[in-house]
């Protein structure tokens, strides 16, 4: 059974501060990897994804891959209150979004002003 | 961008009664389109695949004939909640493929609520 793991939170960063949020995959075969914000009561949205090792920026944000340890991040710099939200992982097994996604619950991202 | 619409965004009824939720993308071809379903303070679960044109295809322990979908056009998939009871009130997102790449982009949802 595929599983996606993230930490519940609340994580509560200052304004201005680096926000980092973690997860774990236990497929290996696992190809895809995104990265989705979720207001409440509200649909996820689309921050990154990532098929490589390694980083990959885009703005504020940063994602990172680590296929040996099963293991993806995003960084999210200049933290705004309007980052306050719910950030969900998830993967999935073919390249791009061929197949449906396996979700973590998610991690409840504060942001202090 | 990729814009993916549903339809309706609230939807209240009677146990017994069945409900149709479409999801439509608006500026673009989706030959798959995905159905998931939210419990409160829950993650996002699949429930079933949609292809056009053919059958669709069920996540284990989702039962095809209380959740008929039919993705009849490139443009459009319907979920239709049969015999709703009230453990089926959740929170109904579709998602559609899009770009070179193949990502998904949600719908903003239809809340179902059972009475």
């Known amino acids: 059974q595929k599983e996606v793991e993230q930490n519940s939170g609340p994580l509560s960063v200052p304004e201005g501060a680096i926000a980092s949020l973690n997860c774990t995959y236990s497929d290996r075969g696992s190809q895809s990897f995104f990265w989705y914000r979720q207001y409440s009561g509200k649909s996820p949205e689309l921050i990154m994804f990532?098929?490589?090792?390694g980083d990959k920026e885009d703005g504020r944000f940063t994602a990172q891959l680590n296929k040996a340890s099963q293991y993806v991040s995003l960084l999210i710099r200049d933290s705004q209150p309007s980052d306050s939200a719910t950030y969900l992982c998830?993967?999935?097994?073919?390249?791009?979004?061929?197949?449906?996604?396996?979700f973590g619950k998610g991690t409840h991202l504060i942001i202090q002003p | 961008g990729a814009v993916v619409s549903q339809h309706p965004s609230w939807v209240i009824c009677k146990s017994g009664t069945s409900v149709k939720i479409e999801c439509r993308s608006l500026d673009f071809q989706a030959t798959t389109m995905f159905w998931y379903r939210q419990f409160p303070k829950q993650s996002l679960m699949l429930m079933a695949t949609s292809n056009e044109g053919s059958k669709a295809t069920y996540e284990q322990g989702v039962e095809k004939d209380k959740f008929l979908i039919n993705h009849a056009s490139l443009t459009l998939s319907t979920l239709t909640v049969t015999s709703a009871h009230p453990e089926d009130s959740s929170f109904y997102i579709c998602?559609?493929?899009?770009?070179?790449?193949?990502?998904?982009?949600f719908g903003p949802g239809t809340r179902l609520l059972v009475l």
């Open positions: 998602s559609a493929r899009w770009g070179q790449l193949e990502t998904q982009y």
């Open positions: 990532i098929y490589s090792n």
């Open positions: 998830a993967v999935t097994m073919s390249g791009g979004g061929a197949d449906g996604l396996t």
